[in-house]
């Protein structure tokens, strides 16, 4: 068993009696209580999901096992000569909670570089795709047509007990997540480099390679490193991360799940929105023949947005009170390495003009930067021009933390997931203090 796979198995014979304590001696405390406000409201707040993953504090945003964004930077072991940790490392720590030593990081590169290789017919698959095919649904179908070889389908049939379901989970994930940088790398290249595929390197790390085969010299690997870091994992409720974790419940396996995951992802008001923040800048900056705008013409053409009935994309949060810190750790690279980018330059703008009207507007809850007000920049400059690519990039990071959660969910013995429905008379009804 692999160094990974021992130390999970110890972490979850650990958990697994809080888990049954909480079911059965306080299984009927109360947690929370549900308005019609939220029902309608699209279950805002309702502390209804558990996750050990990662939490998402409103003001402080998001934490890793824990870790803040700067402390998982700074604590995690870096790849030789690099400023960031690696993915692999990242993954030891949402798997187990534990930062991994060298040797530990060292096996999961060996594990992942088992498995990496992608199988012909999902290149078959994807080439036989519409040309202007969105990169998401590829990505998301290369994944389907992997299903095939889902060893969790294999050991149920079998029968394998409910007990040992996570090991079957945890060698899929493992499986799947090994080739996600291939299969993006090869999807980016297929549609926006004639197909001149470049091949990996095993001794590279996760990130590292990945920037291989897109073909982009330093410090693009450093950049895929912290993409992957930040965009992993979000606490369960935002769109992909619960997407992902319903599927699975079913007992869907985690090509499935991850599939459904990234079609979440792919909707404009979740991580598509990296995508629509470039799109939408590049409107700015031909309209300003690419000059950079003073801060009146900026505020203009925000106005302008909102009027036209737009939401400002990159702006906003369903859970976040103040600027995202994943947005922050961006902006540090930016100054670090591109200050003088004209597109940076314009983010920075919208920094400091859309937060004041969106709060004098009234509506959003959240005026500040969300993560993918800063993801398109970082990508625009080392030449990733095509946005419509930034999801998938997204995606490859949320696969980490999601498949994490889901191997623990199966460990914990969560079951199927299945709230309840009211219809709009009952709904009525109880507002009438009928019910
Ligand atoms: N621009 C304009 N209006 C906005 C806004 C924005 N950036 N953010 C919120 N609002 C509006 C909402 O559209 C809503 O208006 P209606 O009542 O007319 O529908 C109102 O403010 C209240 O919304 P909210 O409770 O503050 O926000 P929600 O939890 O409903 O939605 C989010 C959150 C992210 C979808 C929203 O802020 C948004 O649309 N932002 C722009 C898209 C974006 O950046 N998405 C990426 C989020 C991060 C990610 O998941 O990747």
Redesign the pocket.
Known sequence: MSILKQKLREKILIERPRTEKLLKEYGNVKVDDVTIGQIIG?M?DIKSLVTDISYLDPFEGIRFRGFTIPEVLEKLPKVAGKDMPSVEAFFYLLLTGDIPTAAEVDAVHVEFNNRKEVPKYVYDVLRAMPKDSHPMTMFATGIMSMQKDSIFVKEYHKGIKKGDYWEAYYEDSMNLLAKLPELGAFIYRLKYRNGDVIAGDPKLDFGGNFAKMMGIDKPYDDIARLYFILHSD?ESG??SAHTGHLVASALSDIYYAISAMLTGLAG????L??E?VLRWLHGVMDSMGGKIPTEDEMKKFVMDT?DSGK????????VLRKTDPRYTAQREFCLKYLPEDPIFKYVDLLYKVVPEI?LA?G????PWP????QSGVIQWHYGVKEYEFYTVL?GIGRALGVCSNIIWARALGYPLERPKSLTTAMLEEVAAGKK
């Open positions: 699209g805002r979000h935002n769109v404009p008001l979740h991580g929105a990296n629509e909102l939401v400002i994309p990159g702006f906003g949060h369903a969106l507007k509506k959003a809850k959240n969300n993560v993918d007000a997204f």
